[in-house]
């Protein structure tokens, strides 16, 4: 399996999410904002790299809080914590199609969401005391 990054980008009690576009392979599924960690690059490094490719957001990578491999079990995902360094977002549309701040109990309202990752929010306070 390879490695990826989910990135825990939290702002006043409300976290980061994104619509996969048009053309995904999961389209229309909100996520935290996630990638792939490059050949020869950390996952601290794929975390900053993500963050700025698909939001525009400058972020300062934090520490891993838990691991989950995706659906198709093709790869490890590794969660971080980041620290935004601004709220101003501009995002990659070919990345992904919207965001939407929300409160860990809200992940559910979100529509279509992966089961590991409504796992993660619901029993939050496991993860992140």
């Given at each position: 399996m390879k490695d990826a990054v989910a990135i825990l980008i939290e702002w006043e009690g409300r976290y980061l999410?994104?619509?996969?576009?048009?053309?995904?392979?999961?389209?229309?599924?909100?996520?935290p904002p996630t990638g792939k960690v490059e050949p020869g690059e950390s996952q601290r490094q794929a975390v900053a790299r993500e963050a700025m490719e698909e939001l525009g957001l400058p972020v300062i990578p934090e520490k891993k809080v838990w691991e989950s491999v995706t659906t198709h079990r093709n790869f490890v995902l590794h969660w971080w914590t980041a620290k935004p360094l601004s709220r101003e977002i501009r995002i990659n549309e070919n990345e992904v199609s919207g965001y939407a701040w929300i409160y860990p109990s809200e992940i559910r309202s979100l529509g279509k969401v992966f089961d590991s990752h409504a796992h993660f929010f619901?029993?939050?306070k496991k993860y992140l005391p």
């Open positions: 999410f994104v619509q996969r576009p048009p053309g995904d392979l999961f389209e229309g599924y909100w996520s619901e029993n939050l």
